[in-house]
Each structure stands twice: as C-alpha cells, then as structure tokens.
C-alpha cells in the first residue's frame, strides 16, 4: 500500500488528545489491523510521533502475537506500553459483549475512552481501531459509532472488495454522514489472490459515483491484503 496522507481536515477531537482518526470497518477480518499498522509504519518513516489505541478487543490475550494489540505494539515499535494500547482485553472470541459474559467480566464504558488519554504526551498522531464495523456493539449499550462520536476524530473505513462491498460501504458512510461524522476515506482492500485487476477495480467503478453523491470530498485508497486463514 503506498501512503498518500491524510486529509487536510480541521480539528474537532477533545483538547487532551492529539490528532488522530477513527478506524473501522465494514464487517470483521477486512483489514483494518492491517492498514493502521502499514499506516503506523509511513508516519514513523516521517519521523512523527504516533500511537495506537484499540479500545476493546476479544479473541486472544493482549501479548499473543495474532492479537491486534501485539500488532499494534509492534508497528509503533513497542515505545507505548501494550496495556494502554488496549485496556480491555477478553478471551471469548466473540463480539465483546458476549464475550464478557462468557468471561464473567464487565466492560468499563468510561475507560473505553478515557483510556487514550494516557497516550496524550508520547504521541502527536493517534489511530483508534474499532471493532467490527460501526453499528458493531461494544456493549450492552455502546456501538463503535457512540465511541467514534466520543473521540469525534475523522473516519477512515476498511472495506473487503469484494462482491456486496458497495452497499455495505455506502450504509455505512450514509450513517456517519447522518451522525455528524466526517469521513475522511474509503480503503477497498483485495482479500482474496483470486481476484482479478477487473473485479477490483469493477467495485472501485461502481461505488465512486454513488460515493460522490454522499460526499464528493471522501477519497478512495486501495489495499492488498488478504487476512491469514
């Protein structure tokens, strides 16, 4: 993936924390890990201090290497410790509130975004990872859109291309765009090595027109990436 920067796009998050995006998907395993790491990975080759916050995540322990938090850790090139990377941890590989109940647990919906405060004086760029996509429940209360709200940072949204992508990418920035959101882009990542240049580029063709018509100022990257089996 080649890097092109982010939108020039005014501040609008809480003072305390540094500028930042929100990302997150349009389903689960579409990337999303992924894109912020190589993300993560071009900031630091331009020698900005950045960070990485996953709120909430379920599946693995924190240190186990296929984690997202250990995936993080490492892209920032372990300078954050990875409990403030990620928090709260469940085991359960389920959505995280089923998961927690499984575990026995509580989620503490107040650290799910206080917790980045931590994070506030050892970088100048933050990237916070949803999980799952934005109507994903994080609690019994709590969508990834309510916390998206919360930290008001710009949206990025990771998208398998693949066939249905179009409209699931076209829901979801239409619920942004009516929650307030700004959307800063759209990545269509290639999840499969059975896709042809034409399929993808099929989906990209399709979805620019109807994308245009949300908001014409939403950029559209590409991605190859196909998440392990």
Not at 41 to 54: E, M, S, T, V
Not at 168 to 195: F, H, I, P, R, Y
Request: some cysteine; proline content about 7%.
């Amino acid at each position: 993936m080649i890097w092109h920067g982010f939108r020039d796009l005014p501040r609008l998050s809480h003072p305390s924390l540094p500028e930042g995006r929100f990302v997150c998907g349009t389903d689960t395993d579409v990337g999303k890990t992924h894109f912020i790491c190589e993300t993560l990975h071009a900031l630091r080759n331009q020698g900005k201090r950045i960070g990485a916050y996953k709120p909430i995540a379920s599946g693995y322990p924190r240190d186990d290497y296929r984690s997202d938090a250990a995936r993080l850790h490492a892209a920032i090139g372990g300078s954050i410790p990875i409990e403030w990377i990620n928090p709260q941890a469940l085991l359960p590989a389920y959505a995280p509130p089923i998961a927690a109940d499984i575990a026995n647990e509580r989620i503490d919906e107040a650290l799910l975004f206080r917790g980045a405060f931590s994070l506030y004086e050892y970088c100048d760029w933050l990237l916070v990872e949803g999980a799952g996509g934005l109507l994903s429940p994080i609690t019994w209360s709590l969508t990834n859109a309510d916390l998206a709200k919360q930290f008001n940072y710009p949206l990025i949204l990771v998208a398998a291309n693949r066939l249905g992508c179009v409209h699931q990418v076209l829901s979801t920035v239409q619920v942004a765009l009516e929650m307030g959101m700004t959307v800063d882009s759209v990545v269509m990542n290639c999840v499969s090595a059975k896709q042809s240049e034409v399929e993808i580029q099929n989906n990209i063709r399709l979805l620019e027109p109807f994308l245009t018509r949300l908001d014409p100022t939403i950029s559209i990257r590409q991605m190859r990436f196909i998440p392990p089996e």
